[in-house]
């Protein structure tokens, strides 16, 4: 099993969830985050005084799915959350050692 987890422009979550939803992966975490890599922010002006906005809003994603469908998953998130330009985000992998369901103790695979 596979830890899969994505930080993403929030405004592309809608897209990535109905693509997951479109390859049969319904379990997901979504949290609102915030952050920056190179883009490093930007300078914004309010009432006339100027500040730099360095810590820019994102959607962290999380999920555990089968090691076999890792490359699928992974492929139609990269598609669903790509615009092109620098801040899309970024795709971490881990290695799950176990995963117990805890309303009947299923462990492994079969509970996801």
Do not use: C, W
């Not at 190179?38 to 959607?59: A, I, N, S």
């Not at 985000?89 to 369901?101: C, L, P, S, W």
């Amino acid at each position: 099993m596979k830890k899969i987890e994505a930080i993403i422009q929030p405004h592309k979550l809608e897209e990535v969830k109905e693509a997951l939803k479109g390859i049969g992966v319904d379990g997901l975490t979504v949290t609102e985050a915030r952050g920056h890599g190179r883009q490093k922010g930007h300078k914004e002006v309010y009432r006339g005084q100027e500040y730099v906005v360095d810590l820019l809003p994102k959607t962290k994603i999380e999920m555990v799915v089968p090691t076999a469908r890792l490359d699928e998953i992974v492929a139609t998130l990269v598609k669903a959350a790509r615009t092109g330009k620098i801040g899309d985000g970024k795709i971490f992998v881990y290695d799950v050692v176990d995963a117990i369901r805890i309303r009947n103790d299923d462990r492994g695979e079969s509970a996801l």
